[in-house]
């Protein structure tokens, strides 16, 4: 224990009045900030119109937040938000689901590629994955700020205290599981950022999509087996809801994965 972390960082940066800036929203902001940045440069490469891209982060935007707490409310706590409908909205309060982001993208992608871009949706999300991957990092970093999402008990020397989170005893250290997985996606970053820009990966259709979910959803599969369990209904479980979420997004990473060595290259 005297080799663990002391971690009890308060989760908001600064108060005025009623109103506080929290490092969660401050990471999100910075996710997306930075996305965009990202975009427009490889949009500008490959001379794509750039009056797509405010559409694009926007429908992204609303995308993920919705997605993200309705992903929530029904794979994590329907059984509550059933009775009480009206606490859906209030998001402050907490409840936020990568998978239900996930989901929320790729519907919202889909109407875009139907209304703005007219091109394959796997156009876009060749071209999404890469930021997505390091706004995932900015989130988990925010989800660690909040002493929210740890880790299971250990032993390791780079254990955690999580003084803040106490629905758990603070003084047993555990798995810091949400900076694992923001290394995990901050490489994943790196891998899809390689293939862009120093290989001919782009050039196959649903190659990076198919590469980040692979690696994300992997990555989060196995993270979980190092995780306390969001809700009670997982306790007993022999894979939690989290894992069974992400089997069939890596199937389907691995399937388009494959058929993009199958396919003639893009012109």
Known sequence: MLLSILWDIDPEIFKIGPIAVRWYGLLFALGFLLGYYLVEKMFKKDGIKLEWLDKLFLYTMIATVVGARLGHVFFYGWEFYSQHPAEM????????????????????????????????MLWILDYVVIPVALAGCFIRLGNLMNSEIIGTQTHSDWGFQFIRASIYEPKAPRHPAQLYEAICYLISFGVLSFMYWKTNAKQYSGRLFGAFFVMIFTARFFIEFIKENQEAFEQGMLLNMGQLLSIPFVLIGLFFLIRSYRIEPMK
């Not at 689901?97 to 590629?113: D, E, P, Q």
Request: glycine letters at 12%; proline letters at 0%.
């Open 89 to 120: 909205i209030k998001i402050w309060r907490g409840g936020l689901a990568s998978h239900g982001a996930t989901i929320g993208i790729l519907v919202a992608l889909w109407f875009y590629s139907k209304k703005v871009s007219r091109k394959s």
